[in-house]
């Protein structure tokens, strides 16, 4: 915590956790130094909304369609946004998905979150640690599986995403040229579905 933001009233520190994290738990405060009675002050004053249980963010922040990112982010600290989640952070699908799809390693355990509504798949070795990247969430910097770890592993997952959904983000990724016949080659190779995708990339590189 730097020199400035200590010196800041407490009712300002309280604020000041809000941008930066986004979404805050009364157990940010506590490992402040802070006391809960500020937030529940701030909710009584409508400065603060309730989100989930035990989650909070600023009431003048607009609520968007990556809000239940950042409350998995909060919540599962250990998983990596994944599949139709990450296609949509990356703008790479229409849907809308109402559960943040989120990848856990095999030897994590399930989380118990009740908000938001989660879909966990399980990965290992080389699948769980290659491809990963950070991406700007509202300020706050979300775990998520770059773009061609992402098309590898939708056609990975394609009985639980859909093969039309590998497709239509294989066909956006290489119109929009946001990943590259090598990188995507390499992923396929990472998540082993070299011989599902080899069709699909030759005939649409």
Known sequence: MSDVLITLPPHDRVLALFEEFGVVRP???E???LSRSILRRLLN??????VGRGLYTLAAEEADEHRALLE??????????????ALRLHGLTTQQPYQVWLALSHS??????????????????????NG????????????????????????????KVGLDVALEALREVLADRRATIDELW????????????????????
Not at 194 to 200: C, K, L, S
């Open 108 to 129: 994590a355990r399930q989380p118990k979150v009740d908000h938001p509504p989660l879909r966990v798949v399980r990965m290992s070795g080389a699948a769980w640690t």
């Open 186 to 205: 390499d992923m396929a190779r990472v998540c082993r579905v070299t011989r599902v995708m080899h069709p699909y990339l030759e005939s649409l590189a």
């Open 31 to 33: 490992a402040r130094g």
């Open 72 to 85: 998995a982010a909060r919540r599962v600290p250990h998983g990596i946004v994944c599949l139709v989640s």
């Open 132 to 159: 990963r990247e950070e991406s700007r969430v509202g300020g706050v910097a979300v775990p998520v599986f770059g773009i061609a770890k992402t098309v590898a592993d939708c056609f990975k997952f394609r009985s």
């Open 45 to 50: 004053e409508g400065l603060v909304t309730r």
């Open 27 to 29: 157990r940010d405060l």
